[in-house]
């Protein structure tokens, strides 16, 4: 584990603060009557959301030991125009059809709805790398850096979002952000931390 990555408190690792501060601070998720779809859950954001009472909250994954529902995000059973946010991190580069992962997103946004996306991005200046014959942990972990990774995402992820229908903005927040608050919460810009912010309209 990194130094200082994992918050002491509720266990929450630098891009899940990230991401949880420019929620709060740059959307209005927290200020009117919502509904959020969040694919695997981060367990300390699932204590948040769970709270605030003006959030319809509906959390899923694959995994029943992980979220409240069993959810395949191939196969959304929530109809169309349904939800008004979804965040869906480190989720898309373990899906091996990944496409229809997104078109599901964006079958249950409803119309400017926003999905905020973050997956592991290839530290190289390079396009996705994805190999349908690597099949072990080895040949995976050698190819993507993770053993359960199917594919290992890059300079291209946003138009890969886009070719589903989504508008995307990517956001580097750490970017904006005082440097006491960058060190105060402990943050980071790496390669796990961008957010695709990802609208249907």
Not at 4 to 25: D, V
Not at 98 to 107: D, V
Not at 182 to 192: E, T
Request: hydrophobic letters at 35%.
């Amino acid at each position: 584990m990194r130094e200082n990555a994992e918050c002491p408190t509720c266990g929450s690792l630098e891009r899940t603060r990230l991401l949880l501060f420019y929620l709060q601070n740059e959307t209005d998720l927290f200020s009117r009557e919502c509904s959020l779809l969040h694919i695997a859950p981060e367990d300390s954001l699932k204590k948040i959301f769970k709270k605030s009472k003006n959030i319809n909250y509906i959390n899923g994954d694959l995994n029943p030991n992980y979220a409240d529902e069993i959810i395949d995000i191939t196969d959304i059973k929530y109809p169309e125009n349904y939800f008004d946010f979804i965040i869906c991190a480190h989720v898309l580069g373990h899906v091996p059809d990944e496409a229809e992962a997104i078109r599901e997103m964006f079958r249950v946004l409803k119309p400017n709805g926003l999905a905020f996306v973050l997956t592991l991005i290839n530290k190289n200046d390079i396009p996705t790398y994805e190999d349908p014959s690597l099949q072990t942990e080895n040949e995976r972990l050698q190819a993507y850096g993770e053993k359960d990774l199917v594919r290992l995402h890059g300079n291209d992820f946003a138009e890969r979002l886009s070719r589903e229908g989504f508008k995307v903005e990517t956001i580097n927040y750490t970017q904006e952000l005082e440097k006491e608050i960058i060190q105060k919460f402990q943050l980071k810009q790496g390669v796990r931390e961008t957010i695709f912010k990802s609208l249907k309209n």
